[in-house]
């Protein structure tokens, strides 16, 4: 090991760059999250409006670096194209099933 990893380490550099990389994946995971809520939101009511939050949602955690991004944005766009075509049908299904 040379000396300027020695440095590295005992700097705590290392440590605090797992930290923060750890809050990133975190806050990565909520973005795809509340993207794919979005998405599947979008089947029901205002697809386009929750559609384009979920595709909103899988561009910042791409930007941020994550691969799950990009199949937030692909599931967002096909759920808002199906929602448009479907959301009365898929609506008026869910609530004969729930019966409201």
Do not use: W
């Given at each position: 090991?040379?000396?300027?990893?020695?440095?590295?380490?005992?700097?705590?550099?290392?440590?605090?760059?797992?930290?923060?990389?750890?809050?990133?994946a975190?806050?990565?995971?909520?973005?795809?999250?509340?993207?794919?809520?979005?998405?599947?939101?979008?089947?029901?009511?205002?697809?386009?409006?929750?559609?384009?939050?979920?595709?909103?949602?899988?561009?910042l955690?791409?930007?941020?670096?994550?691969?799950?991004?990009?199949?937030?944005?692909?599931?967002?766009?096909?759920?808002?194209?199906?929602?448009?075509?479907?959301?009365?049908?898929?609506?008026?299904?869910?609530?004969?099933?729930?019966?409201?």
């Amino acid at each position: 090991m040379s000396i300027e990893m020695c440095k590295y380490f005992i700097k705590g550099d290392f440590m605090n760059r797992i930290d923060t990389q750890e809050k990133t994946a975190r806050g990565m995971g909520i973005l795809a999250a509340i993207g794919i809520i979005s998405a599947v939101v979008s089947l029901f009511a205002y697809p386009f409006i929750f559609g384009f939050i979920g595709v909103i949602m899988g561009i910042l955690s791409t930007k941020n670096g994550s691969r799950t991004g990009l199949y937030v944005i692909v599931a967002s766009i096909i759920l808002m194209g199906i929602g448009l075509i479907f959301s009365g049908a898929i609506m008026n299904n869910a609530r004969h099933y729930l019966g409201i």
